[in-house]
């Protein structure tokens, strides 16, 4: 249920069962509202199987109210399928299930006001569907823009939704089977607020209760595969670095013939390997700068776009940007200078050998 302000209850109802002549069971159910504002809305009703009961079917053909804070009686439009099945064990079992819902099977968007920062953000015009995440939860809603105006009074960012508390929550509340109870926007007996996180112990003192910190929906989600990530950015440096040394003594043995011009024309092979080194490592650092840029621009071209469509609404957010792990951007860069070290002893190893090599002074001249 909810109240006139369109704060949402949940109400434990007390249960009487009625065989109906073997026909099946006449369920009655009743309980008292909950301290609140009149009028009240009924929302939803859903139903629980207990352990005494699993692998019966339920299902729920008829559904009335009698009275809500003296409304008369009411009769609900339950649909026969899939209303309830409270099947037990197995793949489709659920034990509890909403069997009716004010907002139908395939609930309508819900109206919602936008500020004009959000709208030019998102390319958004009234009467066009807009689909935010609740940041915290993992849970999004599909809205409707029905009014944009310039800015939204109380509200901590430009960017900025308002919507009707009571017709979001019904609107979560669709009739679909699902394991435990209905779901809702905002459980029963808690306070929402938005600001700094720094502020909760605060603001718990200021309550006289507990504060909890939700942890962002997204974040948990993509939480597990950081690592991966991590994995893939040095695992990428030790193959380049494995390329880089490959490639300096590829090219080492194809220039052999040069190390002995050079030396004949004075250059010692030690100096020819510091050269050679130089060499690597100017067009080495190159190379990483090159891609260090190219791949941060692709990210954030190609990351804001991926983003937006695994988790609708990550721009209302306000997400900070892209952000580069310092210690993953200095392992990767570790491990290509390791590489480059390792391939400037090799080179120079290899020039040496080169220089003091009667066969190739043989075959120069």
């Known amino acids: 249920v909810s109240d006139a302000t369109g704060t949402p209850a949940r109400l434990a109802l007390d249960v009487s069962v009625v065989d109906d002549e073997g026909a099946g069971f006449a369920l009655t159910a009743d309980g008292e509202l909950p301290p609140g504002t009149a009028p009240w809305r009924l929302l939803s009703v859903d139903v629980t199987r207990s352990g005494a009961f699993q692998g019966v079917a339920v299902t729920v053909f008829e559904a009335v109210l009698l009275a809500v804070e003296g409304t008369g009686e009411v009769r609900l439009d339950v649909e026969p399928e899939p209303s ?10 659920v ?11 395939a609930p309508a968007p819900t109206p919602a006001v936008i500020s004009q920062a959000l709208a030019t953000e998102r390319g958004t015009e009234v009467g066009d569907p807009l689909d935010v995440r609740f940041d915290g939860t993992g849970r999004t809603a599909a809205l409707r823009v029905a009014a944009i105006v310039p800015a939204i009074a109380g509200a901590s960012s430009r960017f900025a939704v308002l919507v009707g508390l009571d017709t979001l929550s019904q609107n979560f509340l669709d009739a679909t089977p699902q394991p435990g109870p209905a779901p809702s926007l905002v459980p029963p007996d808690q306070i929402w607020a938005a600001g700094d996180p720094s502020a909760a112990a605060a603001l718990g003192d200021a309550l006289g209760t ?3 910190t939700p942890t962002d929906g997204a974040a948990a989600i993509t939480s597990s595969l950081i690592p991966a990530w991590w994995a893939s950015a040095v695992g990428g440096a030790v193959l380049a670095g494995v390329a880089l040394i490959a490639l300096l003594a590829a090219l080492a043995a194809q220039r052999a013939g040069e190390v002995l011009v050079l030396r004949a024309l004075g250059i010692p092979p030690a100096r020819q390997a510091g050269l050679r080194v130089v060499e690597a490592s100017v067009v080495a650092a190159l190379a990483a700068a090159l891609g260090l840029v190219g791949g941060l621009l692709l990210a954030a071209l190609l990351v804001p776009v991926m983003a937006d469509t695994a988790v609708p609404g990550s721009a209302v957010s306000g997400a900070g940007g892209l952000v580069v792990e310092p210690w993953v951007l200095a392992a990767a860069l570790s491990v290509l200078a390791l590489a480059l070290a ?4 090799l080179a120079a190893s290899a020039i040496a050998r080169q220089g003091s090599s009667t066969r190739l002074e043989e075959a120069a001249a």
């Open 84 to 93: 309830v099945l409270l099947q037990g064990f197995g793949a489709e079992a």
């Open 95 to 105: 034990s509890g299930a909403v069997i009716w819902s004010g907002a139908g099977l």
């Open 210 to 212: 507990s504060v909890q």
């Open 342 to 345: 390792i391939a400037a002893v």
